[in-house]
Every structure is written in structure tokens, then in C-alpha cells.
């Protein structure tokens, strides 16, 4: 166990959809990551959060976005969804900023029918 | 983006053999880090690696970072079954502060 939870871990929606995926990092932990993974590929970096700000953004599109609240939690919301988003979405935490290890959570596996 | 190259793909091996992998990049990364990958499970970190040439071990795993800064390899001997997952490198580069660069992974199967 990571300490890095994900809920839910399941979800099946239809195209056109919206759906906010929610993370809570390890205790104490103040940066968050949000990761994609589609099937049979390798993790792709979307957006970080530092104590509430947005640190770095990847390959995120403009239909995702995402906040991290005062209490550390992460949100990931997906809006007009498409067949193409359908993955796994891992949350990860560490501490800070600093280079090492991230806490990667179970993942929330997104199914767009 | 910064793309890291691992290779192979995928290995089918019997158990008892040993393993190696590598990733490649034409970036410099600062920390190298292996991941394996379970079915439904997030990764879980193996090996952290934090300086050009370090060798560091866990159990049967062996991981270096390339005196380069821009390779890595890992390898595990004497295979079992638990061995069976995904296995990814990821990188920090030093311009892309914590956030990691993933291989797209090495599918390992162990044939008991």
C-alpha cells in the first residue's frame, strides 16, 4: 500500500461525458502528479500540483483539467469524453520537489463506451 | 516530449534465467528509476539511482545509471514466476524538476 488513494477505481461512461477523478496523496505529501496510461502503453505525464499550485503541465488536453485543494486532494476532471480517453489514470505523490521515488496510487481504469 | 527508449518489449524466459533490459535517451537525466508493474496495480518503485555510474542492488535486482547520464539497465537474475509484470524506467530530467519520463516498458513472462 502506497498510502496514495484513488477512487473510484472503476468507471464506465458514455461519450460526451463528464467524470472527475479524485486523489489523496500519502500524508504530508505536497506534490501530486497526474499520469495516463492507455492500453499497452508506457505512462504519460499530464499535470503536477505543488501545495495547492499548478507546477508543470505535459500532454494534457484542453477538455482535462485539474486542482489540488487545501487539504492536499487532487481532483482530475475529464469533460466531452472520447472513445480515445479511455485508461488508467494514475496519482502520484512525494514530499516536494525534489528529485526521487513517486507514489503511485491503484489507478481509476476511465472506460468510454 | 522527452522520450526514453526501452527494449526489449516484451521477453518470454524459463525460470532461473536471468533478465536484462535498458533504456536509452538522447536527454541527460539526473535520477534514474525502475518501476515494475503488477495486472491492476499501480507501479512500485525497485531501484533509485542518483549518480552517473552508480550500480545499486535489491535482491536479485541490479540496476546502473549510465556513465552518460542518459541510459539505464536493469537486471534481475535467477527469474521466478512473482518476477511476471511490466517493468518501466522513468527519469528526471534536470530541466523537468520531480516530475518522471516513463519508458513505454518491458513485459516479462517466466515460464515456471
Known amino acids: 500500500d502506497s498510502g496514495v488513494t484513488q477512487t473510484p477505481k472503476h468507471l464506465i461512461t458514455a461519450t460526451g461525458q463528464r467524470v472527475t477523478l479524485r486523489c489523496s496523496p500519502r500524508s504530508g505529501d505536497l506534490s501530486v502528479y497526474w499520469y495516463q496510461q492507455s492500453l499497452d502503453q508506457g505512462l504519460q505525464f499530464l499535470i503536477q500540483?505543488?501545495?495547492?499550485?499548478?507546477?508543470a503541465k505535459g500532454n494534457i488536453l484542453e477538455r482535462f483539467s485539474a486542482q489540488q485543494f487545501p487539504d492536499l486532494h487532487s481532483e482530475l476532471n475529464l469533460s466531452s469524453l472520447e472513445l480515445g480517453d479511455s485508461a488508467l489514470y494514475f496519482c502520484a505523490s512525494r514530499p516536494d520537489l525534489g528529485a526521487g521515488e513517486l507514489f503511485f496510487g491503484e489507478g481509476s481504469r476511465l472506460t468510454v463506451l | 516530449g522527452q522520450q526514453l527508449n526501452q527494449s526489449p518489449q516484451s521477453m518470454f524466459i524459463q525460470e532461473g534465467e536471468d533478465v536484462s533490459m535498458n533504456c536509452t535517451s538522447s536527454s541527460i537525466f539526473n535520477t534514474w528509476l525502475w518501476y515494475k508493474q503488477d495486472p491492476g496495480e499501480g507501479p512500485v518503485l525497485l531501484i533509485a539511482l542518483y549518480k552517473a555510474g552508480e550500480l545499486t542492488s535489491n535482491g536479485r535486482l541490479t540496476a546502473q545509471f549510465g556513465i552518460t547520464r542518459k541510459d539505464s539497465f536493469l537486471n534481475i537474475s535467477a527469474s521466478i514466476p512473482s518476477d511476471v509484470g511490466i517493468y518501466f524506467c522513468?527519469?528526471?530530467?534536470?530541466?523537468?524538476?520531480?516530475?518522471?519520463?516513463f519508458g513505454e516498458g518491458t513485459q516479462l513472462t517466466v515460464n515456471p
Open positions: 522513468a527519469g528526471q530530467l534536470r530541466t523537468s524538476g520531480s516530475r518522471l519520463t
Open positions: 500540483y505543488y501545495n495547492g499550485e499548478e507546477r
